[in-house]
């Protein structure tokens, strides 16, 4: 009886077991398989340059301007290439920085100091910091690769009306300053809506809104306005898109050493 | 060559620095009323930017506050498709102590045009070379303007023809540099002058050209995976003057600026791995005397994020070597430097950077600053500065600035 007994409880918990594995393959799957297809319909854009406003805003609302123009090159295969350039404040006005972004293997940045005419190589271990002091961090910027993540899917969810995926982003780069995040991305259209961050203690630090989303090339979902909302600082900001210009005919030549001490 | 100086005719001598003191001056003034009247009348084609900048210098050996006013305006226009560029910066400066240091200079005013792979620059320039924090050793375009600061770090504006290529194996770039610019010190009532000042007024030249000897330079840089790398060739009128001493038409001791020919070769290395900068300068110069090299390494290591929150915290450590014989031309022949940025990432924009460095052949050889700054409101940024310097050897450069101690205190506005 013993015997059968242990036995009966070992199939249970190999049953179980199994089916967990199974669970969370499926999971794992289904979110892997929304990931791929929202990168899959992002694909070919070619190059694409915009204006950003951003607006930071501190616990009591006195709010801080900046502004800069960013110019994009999708890399096939690999991380794009982007080169921005800071207008305001003016005491930064001119710094421009050049960024080729890999999936796994870290970035490669250089600054460009205008008062000095200096080129500085920058680590790109400052993932998780402040992108020009507000709530958007580095690696929230980035360009969306595949392998970035492991991906769950949670659910299916209404956002404002809109039908949506729930799924789990956990970050496989090094030096991020989350431990997952969960986006809400549109079930039709595949463009993300709402992201909430979740710092490294596993606590919900930030959410992230897309709006005014608008289609470009027949094909291309951009939102027009990124807010960032910060949960455990009160802080919040609002980063606007303007002037998106696709196919300009940028070419890698556009994202050197020299275009980068020529940007202005 | 105090000999010579004598039979220097001492009349043409003194209606000389007469001419250069009232053209230092005067072009000041001068360039100010131009950046006025220019900003006012241009078109709006024209991007403009710049800064006015008040500071307040405080001299612990004599208890002296020195006030003074810059203004550094910029216009940049460049053709609809972008292929033609126009640069332009002027820089100006009244101070109420040192009249070296009321100056005016064209920093930039270069044209440049763009087409595929190549650029074509002409007009004056300024342009950048290296990868270390605590010395410059492979930066040699551009003169040091060291009148606006001690640390070396404002420079010049270099009139040059300036050709670059961008091709799958680097950046070329060619310069022909068709005139010199002579080194601008601080005066005598300065404390950063030192107790025998460099004259401003006559400087001596090995080549016959005089400033217009014509010097060519050669640059070369690619970046491979974690590797950035620079190599550079130049052959010219040094930009580092040898010092004559001699007596003035007033029977006081000066040092008369000495300029000769060289040769440099140069390379730099980064390697930038994680967290880790790993840097190397180093030179190998022949000139006028003797051949000499000099090597800078060192490292910076940042540790970013700390406690998960927004702040950074870098640490720098360089050690500079140079084995030129005649040890007083070089204050850094064997010294160790070590820094510390503080950068708290806050929308104000402050840093915080302290360094240090110690000669290690000269114990009682100290430098010590501080650099903070942090931006008020939108358009204003103010800026705290130290710098503390000891030295007890007399064959350390260090020596002639030993008294010059600041402190100074600066606002700038930007628009």
Known sequence: ?264 | MQASNRFYPSFIFTLRCLFKLFLSRWSAYLTLAIIWLFSSSLHADWDQQGNFTFENRYFTSDDTYVPSFASEPQWYWSSKAGSTELAMRLFARYDDNDDERTHADIREFLITRTSGNWEFSAGVGKVFWGVTESNHLIDIINQTDLVESADGEQKLGQPMLKITTAQSWGNLDFFVLPYFRERLFPGQENPLAGPIAFTNDDSRFESGAEEKHVDVALYYNQFISYFDIGLSYFEGTNREPKAIPTVDVNGEAILLPFYDQISQTGISVQATIEAWLLKLESIYREDSLEAFSAVTVGFEYTFYAINDGPTDLGFLVEYNYDNRARATESSLQNDVFIGARFTPNDVQNTELLLGYAHDLDYDGSHLAFIEASRRLGDRFKVIVDARLFESKAIEDPLTFIENADYFSLTLEYYY
Not at chain 1, 29 to 36: D, F, R, S, Y
Not at chain 1, 73 to 78: A, F, Q, T
Not at chain 1, 83 to 97: I, M, N, Q, Y
Request: charged content about 30%.
């Open chain 1, 1 to 264: 009886m013993n015997i059968f007994y242990k036995a009966c409880a070992l199939i249970l918990f190999l049953n179980l077991s199994v089916a967990d594995v199974f669970a969370n393959k499926t999971a794992e799957q289904k979110g892997l398989e929304i990931a791929i297809e929202m990168e899959k319909r992002d694909r070919g854009w070619g190059d694409v340059s915009s204006s950003i406003s951003m607006y930071l805003k501190n616990r009591k609302g006195a709010v801080s301007e900046r502004s800069l123009e960013i110019k994009t090159l999708e890399i096939e295969g690999d991380g794009d290439k982007s080169l921005s350039v800071f207008h305001e404040p003016r005491d930064v006005k001119g710094t421009a920085f050049l960024s080729f972004s890999h999936a796994l293997k870290p970035d490669q940045q250089w600054l460009f100091l205008p008062a000095l005419k200096r080129v500085k190589r920058i680590s790109s271990s400052n993932k998780s910091g402040p992108f020009l002091g507000s709530e958007i961090a580095f690696e929230d910027m980035a360009s969306f690769e595949i392998e970035k993540f492991k991906y769950e899917f949670l659910r299916e969810e209404e956002l404002d009306g809109e039908p949506c995926y729930v799924v789990k982003f956990y970050p496989q780069y090094k030096h991020s300053g989350y431990t997952h995040q969960e986006a809400w991305i549109h079930k039709n259209e595949y463009r993300p809506e709402k992201t909430d961050f979740y710092d490294r203690k596993g606590d919900l630090l930030k959410t992230l809104r897309f709006s005014g989303y608008q289609k470009y090339l027949d094909k291309f979902w951009r939102a027009d306005s990124f807010e960032v909302v910060n949960h455990q600082t009160g802080k919040s900001t609002q980063l606007l898109w303007k002037n998106y210009v696709f196919n300009s005919g940028l070419s890698e030549k556009d994202f050197t050493q020299n275009a980068l001490k020529r940007a202005r």
